[in-house]
């Protein structure tokens, strides 16, 4: 990995210390074969930070909460691996366009209640969107958990997330591009 010097490594380090729920190990990481094709179903290239987790350190089972989503496999939780998700979401979105589901938002982790932390496959800075449907109004379920993935691991690793309970009453800003983005994009 070669974003921001030592993150990778603290990742991996807090990684190998941490279980999130429903994760009684941590997979092994995923070859490039795997990373191949889980791009090709999903027709677009993972930011490099992203692919670097997956093929450096593990096939999901760290991070925030119940930790990342595994790329094309199911965790022991049960949960459907990212790029399973991912099409759900937009299969689901073109039979209901009321909840539109962006092209290139990848959902990486779920927070429960149908909530998930997604990366914006499609923007350089490769930002975290936080996906919470909770509202019943598909305008206001999305906002913006972290400007890049960079910055989000890097709140986990330092235990200053939002979902942190010293945290617990930080407003995330509104996502407003959920629209354009499906609207240009189709859902």
């Not at 987790?53 to 760290?62: A, K, N, P, S, V």
Request: charged share 20%; glycine share 8%; proline share 11%.
């Amino acid at each position: 990995m070669t974003e921001n010097g030592q993150l990778p490594a603290r990742v991996a380090e807090k990684a190998r210390n941490t279980r999130p729920w429903g994760w009684t190990s941590l997979p092994a990481p995923v070859d490039a074969a795997t990373l191949t094709r889980a791009e090709a179903a999903l027709g677009f290239p993972l930011p490099p930070l992203l692919a670097d987790l997956y093929l450096r350190i593990r096939d999901g089972g760290f991070g925030p909460e119940y930790g990342l989503l595994p790329l094309l496999d199911g965790p022991p939780a049960g949960e459907p691996a990212a790029v399973v998700q991912y099409l759900a979401n937009r299969a689901d979105a073109r039979k209901n366009p009321d909840w539109p589901w962006p092209e290139g938002v990848l959902p990486i982790s779920h927070w429960g209640c149908a909530m998930y932390a997604c990366v914006d496959c499609h923007s350089p800075q490769a930002p975290v969107l936080l996906f919470e449907p909770n509202a019943d109004d598909a305008d206001h379920a999305w906002f913006i958990d972290a400007p890049s993935l960079t910055e989000w691991l890097r709140a986990w690793v330092d235990g200053t997330g939002w979902y942190e309970e010293t945290n617990e009453d930080m407003d995330l800003a509104p996502w407003t591009d959920v629209r354009i983005r499906t609207t240009r994009t189709g859902a």
